[in-house]
């Protein structure tokens, strides 16, 4: 069974960047796709973008595309989230998921990490 | 594009069936069977419960159910337990365009 492991809790000022984290289990995954979920304080999971981690093809959702950077490191088999500078309203749960290529459904969930901003 | 409507909440007494209602358009939702619904437990990982409409993954409980009319995908909760207080979210995938979205979800309380 694939685990994802994310990052920890982070608290940053605004304005300040930050790039968290979430690493697949298994070594050597090929054709995985890993996605990244908002989830803002009292309110419902949005899907923020997705990344391929063998060759690192993105898709966004419109509302993150030029917000957010997601990226990945095949080697590692970690998915990563980044601001350049974070805003009060970038204080949220962040969820990754994943599942292999060709599912249209995510079946492996990491327990999220929490990010917040205060000046 | 949207979020897909789902009611904000669903109650039942232990044993009873809900059902939940998921509402999208003719281009998303209405124009593939590419549904899945996740329980989401508030500080835990979501968890998928059913996938491609009607499918449950290996270990997820047979009280849990899904179905698809037009534009409306439904998820039923058959013997309400205790267990099942969480928050479900209902997926479309359409590859032609965000490619996912949520819907709004939904909280479910047993009485």
């Known amino acids: 069974e694939v685990q994802l492991v994310q990052s920890g809790a982070e608290l940053k000022k605004p304005g300040e960047s930050l790039k968290i984290s979430c690493q697949v289990s298994e070594n050597s995954l090929t054709n995985y796709w890993m996605a990244w979920v908002r989830q803002m304080p009292g309110k419902g999971l949005e899907w923020m973008g997705i990344i391929r981690l063998d060759d690192s093809d993105t898709a966004f959702s419109p509302a993150f595309r030029g917000q957010v950077t997601i990226s990945a490191d095949r080697s590692s088999s970690t998915a990563f989230l980044q601001w350049s500078s974070l805003g009060a309203s970038d204080a949220a749960f962040y969820y990754c998921a994943g599942t292999r290529h060709g599912n249209t459904f995510w079946t492996d969930w990491g327990p999220g990490t929490l990010v917040t901003v205060s000046s | 594009q949207s979020a897909l409507t789902q009611p904000a909440s669903v109650s039942g007494s232990p044993g009873q069936s809900i059902t939940i209602s998921c509402t999208g358009t003719?281009?998303?939702?209405?124009?593939?069977?590419?549904v899945s619904w996740y329980q989401h437990h508030p500080g835990k990982a979501p968890k998928l419960i059913i996938y491609?409409?009607?499918n449950r993954p290996s270990g997820v409980s047979h009280r849990f159910s899904g179905s698809k009319s037009g534009n409306t995908a439904s998820l039923t909760i058959s013997g309400l337990q205790a267990e099942d207080e969480a928050n479900y979210y209902c997926?479309?995938?359409?590859?032609?365009?965000?490619?996912?979205?949520f819907g709004t979800g939904t909280e479910v309380t047993v009485l």
């Open positions: 003719s281009s998303d939702l209405g124009a593939y069977n590419w």
């Open positions: 997926c479309s995938y359409t590859p032609t365009t965000s490619p996912y979205v």
């Open positions: 491609e409409v009607y």
